[in-house]
């Protein structure tokens, strides 16, 4: 849709219009937010009490401000041509991209229709803006600097953000662009806010259950494997540590998925430990001597603890390129404690029973 608003003559009217839409909640007596409309029957509502109030074949919407958290809490009014025969059934693609200074800008792919159509939409619309507009909502109205007839088109940011804000901005444009092509309308029905109360009850609770379940694996392994199980979990205790310090170094913030990624990894350490060890009782059973079994177990079992790690290591980067928000703090944990664990079961545990064996002669540890 076009937008008139960036027009001379509709710049002047501006507070006409929120004049306008005052007038008509006051006397339709309703408003949009919690005790109110829910926004698709608000902008019914309101074109329809505006009817013949406003030029032929527009639409008012609105565009939620910048310091406004949500519509109800300030809009912008806007009042777009409904007749441009433009929509989101025409778009192929859109997503983000660097330009040549290396800043954000969305690149678009439009249908043959859509090319021709948006060819002379451009060109009959240079000055004003164009808005990109999904479920009713304006999500943003860049401005139209020339006629555009090519199957792709790029939408620049202008100056005055960092890049950080450009980029939110940009995949929020992308993003609308690509949902504006789905066949049903989003409408929200709830919004939830979790209080920093009962997030700080969320993070314990599960820090409970990940130390409870740590303890688990090392009560099991003292127990079932005696000797070897104490330096198991001595292993695991460095690995532990090794990867909260690989994740300080990178700044990163332990959430709730973080904190399932940490009782993840030390579950994936001990799986190695348990193939090193019942490696080394098999060579026992064989009659050679704890040396020669510490060391033929070790060195059988890197192979398949190599694989499984690589493979869940794999997973984790995908997770980490292309998931979001907590899907991506779990697989930063996941991969810190997979590679620290790679060290502290194969290489510190062989290292610990190589000494307690060769130089203390502490067989013993090693026995079936």
Same mark, same amino acid.
Request: glycine share 10%; charged share 20%; aromatic share 6%.
């Given at each position: 849709?076009?937008?008139?608003?960036?027009?001379?003559?509709?710049?002047?009217?501006?507070?006409?219009?929120?004049?306008?839409?005052?007038?008509?909640?006051?006397?339709?007596?309703?408003?949009?937010? @919690?005790?109110?409309?829910?926004?698709?029957?608000?902008?019914?509502?309101?074109?329809?009490?505006?009817?013949?109030?406003?030029?032929?074949?527009?639409?008012?919407?609105?565009?939620?401000?910048?310091?406004?958290?949500?519509?109800?809490?300030?809009?912008?009014?806007?009042?777009?041509?409904?007749?441009?025969?433009?929509?989101?059934?025409?778009?192929?693609?859109?997503?983000?991209?660097?330009?040549?200074?290396?800043?954000?800008?969305?690149?678009?792919?439009?249908?043959?229709?859509?090319?021709?159509?948006?060819?002379?939409?451009?060109?009959?619309?240079?000055? @004003?803006?164009?808005?990109?507009?999904?479920?009713?909502?304006?999500?943003?109205?860049?401005?139209?600097?020339?006629?555009?007839?090519?199957?792709?088109?790029?939408?620049?940011?202008?100056?005055?953000?960092?890049?950080?804000?450009?980029?939110?901005?940009?995949?929020?444009?992308?993003?609308?662009?690509?949902?504006?092509?789905?066949?049903?309308?989003?409408?929200?029905?709830?919004?939830?806010?979790?209080?920093?109360?009962?997030?700080?009850?969320?993070?314990? @609770?599960?820090?409970?259950?990940?130390?409870?379940?740590?303890?688990?694996?090392?009560?099991?392994?003292?127990?079932?494997?005696?000797?070897?199980?104490?330096?198991?979990?001595?292993?695991?205790?460095?690995?532990?540590?090794?990867?909260?310090?690989?994740?300080?170094?990178?700044?990163?913030?332990?959430?709730?998925?973080?904190?399932?990624?940490?009782?993840?990894?030390?579950?994936?350490?001990?799986?190695?430990?348990?193939?090193?060890?019942?490696?080394? @009782?098999?060579?026992?059973?064989?009659?050679?001597?704890?040396?020669?079994?510490?060391?033929?177990?070790?060195?059988?079992?890197?192979?398949?603890?190599?694989?499984?790690?690589?493979?869940?290591?794999?997973?984790?980067?995908?997770?980490?390129?292309?998931?979001?928000?907590?899907?991506?703090?779990?697989?930063?944990?996941?991969?810190?404690?997979?590679?620290?664990?790679?060290?502290?079961?194969?290489?510190?545990?062989?290292?610990?029973?190589?000494?307690?064996?060769?130089?203390?002669?502490?067989?013993?540890?090693?026995?079936?």
């Amino acid at each position: 849709m076009v937008s008139d608003e960036m027009n001379p003559d509709m710049r002047a009217q501006a507070q006409t219009l929120v004049d306008l839409v005052k007038k008509a909640e006051e006397t339709g007596n309703y408003a949009l937010g @919690k005790d109110g409309l829910r926004y698709p029957d608000y902008i019914k509502r309101i074109n329809a009490d505006l009817k013949g109030k406003l030029p032929a074949n527009t639409l008012l919407t609105f565009e939620k401000l910048e310091n406004a958290a949500s519509l109800e809490g300030g809009k912008r009014p806007w009042l777009l041509k409904s007749d441009t025969g433009l929509g989101g059934d025409q778009l192929e693609d859109a997503y983000v991209r660097p330009d040549q200074y290396g800043a954000p800008e969305v690149q678009f792919k439009l249908s043959g229709e859509g090319r021709r159509r948006f060819a002379d939409i451009t060109g009959a619309n240079v000055g @004003k803006v164009m808005a990109i507009v999904l479920d009713e909502v304006v999500q943003s109205a860049p401005q139209i600097k020339g006629r555009i007839d090519t199957d792709t088109a790029v939408i620049t940011l202008g100056g005055g953000r960092d890049y950080k804000t450009a980029t939110e901005e940009a995949n929020l444009i992308a993003t609308a662009l690509r949902a504006g092509a789905l066949p049903a309308a989003l409408t929200q029905l709830e919004e939830r806010t979790v209080g920093p109360s009962l997030g700080a009850d969320s993070i314990a @609770k599960g820090e409970l259950a990940a130390v409870v379940g740590c303890m688990l694996i090392f009560i099991f392994m003292a127990v079932y494997y005696r000797g070897l199980g104490l330096v198991a979990d001595l292993s695991l205790a460095l690995n532990f540590l090794l990867t909260l310090a690989v994740l300080t170094s990178l700044g990163a913030t332990l959430t709730l998925p973080g904190i399932a990624g940490l009782a993840l990894t030390i579950g994936m350490a001990v799986d190695a430990n348990v193939i090193i060890f019942e490696r080394i @009782k098999e060579e026992l059973r064989r009659g050679v001597s704890a040396q020669v079994a510490i060391r033929e177990g070790f060195s059988n079992a890197f192979s398949a603890i190599f694989d499984s790690n690589v493979t869940a290591v794999s997973t984790s980067v995908v997770l980490l390129i292309y998931g979001t928000g907590p899907v991506k703090g779990f697989a930063m944990t996941l991969i810190a404690g997979i590679i620290t664990s790679m060290f502290s079961a194969v290489f510190f545990a062989h290292t610990i029973l190589d000494i307690l064996v060769v130089k203390f002669n502490m067989r013993k540890i090693a026995s079936v």
